[in-house]
């Protein structure tokens, strides 16, 4: 399938406005009137294909997911797996998660998913890596006080640069896994890059973190 320039992905996406969220930026402190039922808002950021947030959509009804993803071709992906998927609680948006306070005011996440994010391994592009310190100063921002930050890669560079991150920040980290699909986790939902990786034998890394009051 090509995914470059697809001329229909907008019209998909308008049709579907229920799920990818046309004018984000007005629900900025209002996210729980974009879905049906109140109840805690997970935050995915860069979704991808979506099978993730597809796949915890349907795994927990009592959360409401947000999936982020701000490249066209790959989040038309993602809506067709929620679709599919018929989970209700979903919503995707279109759009740079570059600076999170401008689409969410304080407090207003429970969780945020940070799922096989570019590693950026070059030093000079430290400043772009989503575990970088700029970057938690807004995840704190949006994040409940009892929020947590749930990463996984398989890059053990980008993780062992994240742990250190969120610990240099302060953070308390809950839980650290070197080999994620060797806990057997039942309630593990793989992504895209998770299932091609882990094919290859290659370990997947897992953290949770939170901050601290
Ligand atoms: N989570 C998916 C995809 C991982 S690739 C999986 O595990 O299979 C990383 C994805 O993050 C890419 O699709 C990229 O477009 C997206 N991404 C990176 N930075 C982003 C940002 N600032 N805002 C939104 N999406 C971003």
Known sequence: MRLRNKPWADDFMRDNGHIVVQEPFQYRGKWQSAFNKEQPIHLEIGSGKGQFIAGMGKQHPEVNFIGVERVKSVIVGALKKVIDSEAANVRLLNEDAQDLRDLFQSNEVDHIYLNFSDPWPKSRHEKRRLTYPAFLDQYKDVLKQEGEITLKTDNRG???YSVASFSKYGM???ELSL?????NDPLNVETEYEEKFSEKGQPIYRCKARFQE
């Open 179 to 183: 080999d994620l699909h060797d806990l």
């Open 158 to 160: 980008f993780f062992e």
């Open 172 to 174: 308390i980290i809950e």
